[in-house]
């Protein structure tokens, strides 16, 4: 079963994006590649359950079982020892993403208070989108009350835009809320 936002982006965003961007070839429209959904953790957070706390939070969320990073070397500064759990992470590919992303777009960023839209300078000069979330009750499978502490993640949505433009076209078309 398709979602609704990849078949929004079959039958509305790849053929105006084809025709607004001059592009000849199908394959060439830009589309959404992944989703990669980070977590960090900070040596001060290494208490019990706190890191199984933010695995269950990230599965609930995307409904995939989330990968634990590891420091690749030590860094004193920043109490950071090799092969220390520095971040949990989740990758989003085809169905799934399209899932996330339409949840995104329709439930989670209406819920943000004071919410006056993303801003484009949160797409990067290769057309991908980066998004940052002080706290994870914003995405509707996450009860407030059933949370003893809340944390940030961080969302970034890859492209194969190219550049800056195409990817807000994209960003725009698909239904991200964007600052006028």
Do not use: W
């Not at 025709?19 to 900070?42: D, R, T």
């Not at 989330?66 to 690749?72: E, G, I, N």
């Not at 940030?152 to 800056?164: F, H």
């Amino acid at each position: 079963m398709k979602s609704r936002l990849y078949d929004k982006y079959k039958k509305e965003v790849a053929p105006a994006l084809k025709e607004k961007l001059a592009i000849k070839n199908v394959m060439a429209v830009p589309k959404v590649m992944k989703v990669c959904l980070n977590v960090g953790i900070n040596s001060r957070q290494t208490e019990s359950g706190y890191l199984d706390m933010v695995e269950s939070t990230l599965t609930r969320i995307t409904g995939q079982k989330p990968v634990r990073t590891k420091a690749k070397k030590a860094i004193s500064a920043f109490k950071v020892r090799e092969n220390m759990v520095v971040g949990v992470k989740v990758t989003l590919r085809g169905q799934k993403m399209y899932d996330f992303l339409e949840k995104l777009i329709d439930i989670s960023i209406p819920r943000i208070k004071d919410f006056r839209g993303l801003k484009v300078s949160n797409i990067d000069e290769n057309g991908s989108l980066s998004l940052g979330f002080k706290e994870n009750s914003v995405f509707p499978e996450i009860k407030a009350e059933e949370m003893e502490r809340t944390h940030g993640l961080q969302v970034n949505i890859m492209t194969n835009a190219g550049d800056y433009e195409a990817g807000l076209e994209l960003f725009k078309l698909l239904g991200f809320p964007f600052q006028k």
